[in-house]
């Protein structure tokens, strides 16, 4: 009997002992396996660059193509002026390996979200960092209430210049080879050839306007690097700001109906963030039309060209 317990027990332990070395045996085949899924030549990850707001993030899609994984939050059509981003949005943020953003107080909403993520480490390319900053000039229709939409104040719109882009992919591209070893040169060097020719087209679909009808009267300052660019006059806004964000008063609108009537302008354009009310408003009461321009929102597309060019179609029909 004894012998015969001693034997079912060796017997037993002899099973526990086959069971624990077959599994420990499974459990380091499969972690071998999975060591040589994670490091055996495959490619790394991919960099995760968020963009501010949609029209820079065409830009910077057209330019790394599948070489980085590019992600917008703010949502094409909200008003990048004021577009306020939600917990996800924060962490998708402090995640990124780049943050393209514009700078000059664009990105108004976002700023303290954007100021932690730089303090925290996250590395940051400023496109407004890479351009010949245009600053408000004396007579365009921006009054003295706001200091920080005074003459001199920095104009944030910068993307209204193909040639200004052009100089923010250039310099983009090369941090991306320094701070990543990411090669885009093929990419650049197509992109700045396509800036090139729409910088022509704009030139060619604004040659039908007469040079007298050349004034602009727009929602908001947002015009100027297109007024520079191409040889407009900046002569009213509705709201009299750099931004979509700021407060109208009565006699700022009174003195914009007296300017339209002199200076004679042909249309008013409004943009996100205009009051359809008021720009009807100060349309019926100067019997100039209203014609709605798509300043700040990418077309169904998601191109920046059409953008561009669809904005100077727009302005050529309304002045002409
Ligand atoms: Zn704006």
């Known amino acids: 009997m004894e012998d015969a317990e001693i034997a079912r027990e060796f017997q037993s332990n002899g099973m526990k002992k086959w069971f624990y070395i077959l599994s420990t045996g499974l459990v380091l085949t499969s972690l071998v396996l999975s060591g040589c899924q994670s490091t055996g030549g495959a490619t790394p990850a991919k960099k995760n660059i968020v963009v501010t707001y949609s029209v820079l993030g065409a830009l910077v899609k057209d330019l790394v193509s599948d070489k980085a994984v590019v992600i917008v939050p703010?949502?094409?059509?909200?008003?990048?002026?004021?577009?306020?981003?939600s917990a996800k949005d924060i962490e998708t943020i402090n995640k990124a390996d780049l943050v393209v953003q514009n700078g000059l107080g664009l990105e108004g909403g976002m700023e303290k979200t954007l100021a932690t993520a730089e303090s925290s480490g996250v590395k940051f390319f400023t496109a407004s960092d890479?351009?010949?900053?245009?600053?408000?000039?004396?007579?365009?229709?921006?009054?003295?209430?706001?200091?920080?939409?005074?003459i001199g104040a920095s104009d944030p719109h910068l993307w209204m210049d193909p040639l200004s882009i052009k100089s923010v992919v250039t310099a983009l591209a090369d941090e991306?080879?320094?701070?990543?070893n990411l090669d885009v040169s093929g990419q650049v060097a197509d992109l700045e050839k396509r800036l090139d020719?729409?910088?022509?087209?704009?030139v060619d679909i604004v040659a039908a306007i007469p040079q007298a009808d050349r004034k602009l009267v727009t929602g908001h300052e947002s015009m100027g690097y297109f007024a520079q660019r191409y040889g407009f006059k900046l002569v009213g806004v509705i709201i009299p700001s750099l931004t979509s964000?700021?407060?109208?008063?009565?006699?700022?609108?009174?003195?914009?109906?007296k300017t339209i009537l002199q200076s004679q302008v042909k249309a008013i354009f409004t943009e996100l963030g205009t009051s359809p009310a008021v720009a009807d408003t100060i349309g019926k009461e100067t019997g100039v039309k209203v014609v709605e321009l798509a300043t700040h929102v990418l077309p169904s597309d998601g191109s920046y060209f059409t953008f561009m060019s669809d904005i100077a179609q727009v302005i050529a029909d309304g002045l002409k």
């Not at 991306?176 to 990543?180: E, I, P, S």
């Open 74 to 85: 703010m949502p094409n059509g909200q008003d990048p002026h004021d577009w306020d981003p």
């Open 130 to 150: 890479h351009i010949t900053v245009r600053h408000v000039g004396q007579g365009e229709g921006i009054p003295s209430g706001d200091p920080d939409q005074t």
């Open 176 to 180: 991306l080879k320094k701070d990543f």
């Open 197 to 202: 020719n729409l910088n022509k087209q704009v």
């Open 245 to 257: 964000q700021a407060e109208v008063s009565a006699a700022d609108l009174a003195e914009l109906k």
